[in-house]
Nanobody, 123 residues
């Protein structure tokens, strides 16, 4: 069974940076597509970024492009989301997700989910 554990959330001011990490445990011999989604209160879960199995293909949502960067370290079964120049609109619970299929922006394509980590951006 695959388990995903996120860390690194917190409360910051606009313009600050945060780095989220997600560690995958369980069936680590199988390499998954990894992604980050976020969900703000009263809103649907939103795609943030995804990365392929080798780490050489990445996709970022338009709303975070140029500010957020997804990366992975397969030797540590870890995927990271570096978030720069944070804005109040980035406030949400951030979820790590894993897929046995292909890169997708649809949360229904992901098989495994973490519990989420809260990011709050406020002055």
């Amino acid at each position: 069974q695959v388990q995903l554990v996120e860390s690194g959330g917190g409360s910051v001011q606009p313009g600050d940076s945060l780095t989220l990490s997600c560690v995958e445990t369980g069936r680590t011999g199988v390499r998954h597509i990894m992604a980050w989604f976020r969900q703000a209160p009263g809103k649907d879960r939103e795609f943030v970024a995804a990365i392929n199995r080798s780490g050489n293909t990445k996709e970022h949502a338009v709303s975070v492009r140029g500010r957020f960067t997804i990366s992975r370290d397969n030797s540590k079964n870890t995927v990271t989301l570096l978030m720069n120049n944070l804005k109040p609109d980035d406030t949400a619970i951030y979820y790590c997700a894993a897929s046995t299929g292909f890169i997708s922006r649809d949360p229904r394509e992901y098989n495994y989910w973490g519990q989420g980590t809260q990011v709050t951006v406020s002055s």
